[in-house]
């Protein structure tokens, strides 16, 4: 326990850390942080009380924080560099400092924490557990990767109390849902009762070097399943565990997993199924949101529910009520005549399965991609896996690489990924030339796709296809 109730976030923009600071925010503490840029996200922040600055400027720490380092602690994330004037004026004073993934895990650690890890997905399951939880009135506290339509948030609290720096086991629910990072092993810092894996492809690589070894960190998180706990893991894939560690698996439709969907049908855009437990068969669940992913998205998440002891009644009704996540599949125009929508995905894989999706549900319909790749190493160590899910395209608009964390490597550019797709309807541009690209053309189903700040882009095209819509109507 620490007596800390100042908490001072440096890069408090990041998803991960508002869902933090939102958190103490809620329990009574003082809260404020740099960015580098104001977004949607830190904005609504400011609304919310907590002040943030954008300027790495040591005279824009409040002055309580600097008056008083005993009651101040300072959070910040991998992504900030070391010489940021902020971090190193709390260093060379001896402040009370944490990684990100360091604090969630001392807030976790007294409770049931449902960890949900893997290089794709987790998100999106995550999002689902929490709401099917509190649905199903088993309840939790949830530290999210993306805003929840139904709560407009990234933070779920189950019950408001004091300001602990570790959550007392006292409170009402006894679960934490947690989003666990593999990037620069944060989820090692996770010791999960319920642990999902999604996914163990190849990313990272700028940390891990090897898939091997990203593997191996995958390996190390689920030895830190606590005794009795459970590993729920994609069928397919394998990971040791302690012989007091139950494992089930799931699936899409693969009838040898423990979990898996049976009779999946449409009903009207959306996917209708019958989950299949090691019990029995849970029929006829709805889902609210559309896309094929989304169903096994949907098994992993009723699966977790099912085994924390929700309701299976309850779990059709949670499910059907989940109205999504912003930036994973995430509708923004749905017309007959022009469907615009937006999605988070920036490994190969989940481009290659959010555009077979788009396939399925609009077939024979003209499919746009606008693709803003994320990170050097990233584009370096996959252009041929890259130039291949995009080519699925009829056309693409790719943008420059968004460097997030990274300093460029030389020869390194989006034209990497541009030279090797092989459609021919294909364009490189910057983000700033997108617009009147788009003004030129007919939109026919139009993605836009990418983990940096192309979700800049999402407004402005939006308006701009919803007013073309109704000029051509009226």
Same mark, same amino acid.
Do not use: N
């Given at each position: 326990m620490f007596n800390q109730n100042q908490i001072y976030f440096i890069g408090i923009g990041g998803i991960g850390m508002s869902a933090l600071a939102r958190y103490f925010k809620a329990k009574g503490c003082e809260v404020c942080g740099y960015d580098r840029t104001e977004t949607v996200l830190t904005q609504t922040l400011a609304e919310e009380g907590i002040a943030v600055h954008y300027t790495d400027d040591i005279n824009a720490i409040p002055a309580s924080y600097k008056a008083d380092k005993d009651c101040t602690l300072v959070v910040f994330t991998p992504a900030i560099p070391a010489l940021h004037s902020e971090l190193q004026w709390f260093r060379s004073r001896n402040y009370l400092m944490m990684k990100r993934s360091e604090l969630l895990g001392m807030i976790s650690q007294n409770k049931q924490t449902i960890a949900v890890a893997g290089t794709h997905g987790k998100t999106s399951v995550s999002t689902m557990i929490a709401h099917l939880l509190t649905c199903s009135g088993v309840g939790c506290d949830a530290f999210l990767g993306g805003i929840s339509k139904n709560y407009k948030s990234n933070l779920l609290l189950h019950n408001k109390g004091a300001c602990p720096l570790v959550v007392s086991a006292d409170d009402d629910s006894r679960y934490v849902v947690a989003e666990a990072d593999e990037y620069d092993r944060s989820f090692l810092r996770l010791y999960p009762h319920i642990a999902v894996v999604t996914a163990m492809d190849a990313d990272h690589l700028d940390i891990y070097g090897t898939h091997d070894a990203l593997k191996e960190a995958f %390996?190390?998180? %689920?030895? #830190? *399943? @606590? $005794? !009795?706990g459970i590993l729920l893991i994609k069928h397919g894939l394998t990971l040791p565990v302690s012989a007091d560690v139950r494992v089930f698996t799931y699936s899409l439709d693969n009838r040898a997993a423990d979990f898996h969907a049976e009779d999946i049908r449409m009903d009207g855009d959306r996917y209708l199924f019958s989950l299949q437990t090691p019990h029995g @068969?849970?029929?006829? *669940? =709805? *889902? !609210?949101? $559309? !896309? &094929?992913v989304n169903v096994e998205n949907s098994v992993a998440s009723c699966a977790v529910a099912y085994l924390a002891g929700a309701d299976e009644r309850l779990i059709d009704k949670g499910l059907a009520s989940f109205e999504g996540i912003l930036r994973r599949w995430d509708y923004r125009v749905r017309t007959d005549e022009t469907v615009y929508m937006d999605d988070y995905a920036h490994h190969p894989e989940e481009l290659r399965f959010t555009i077979a999706s788009m396939r399925d549900l609009y077939p024979g319909r003209q499919i746009t991609g606008v693709f #803003? $790749? =994320? &990170?050097y190493s990233r584009t370096r160590d996959f252009a041929d896996e890259f130039a291949q899910s995009l080519s699925m395209l009829d056309a693409l608009i790719l943008l420059d690489i968004y460097p997030a964390r990274e300093e460029p490597i030389e020869g390194v550019t989006s034209k990497m990924i541009f030279d090797k797709v092989t459609i021919g309807n294909k364009c490189l541009c910057s983000k700033e030339e997108v617009i009147n690209i788009l003004k030129n053309r007919k939109s026919d189903v139009l993605l836009t796709l990418g983990a940096g700040d192309i979700d800049r882009l999402v407004a402005p095209i939006e308006k701009m296809l919803k007013n073309n819509l109704c000029e051509h109507h009226f």
């Open positions: %390996a190390q998180f %689920a030895s #830190q *399943i @606590t $005794p !009795g @068969t849970i029929r006829d *669940i =709805h *889902i !609210g949101v $559309p !896309g &094929l #803003q $790749p =994320h &990170l």
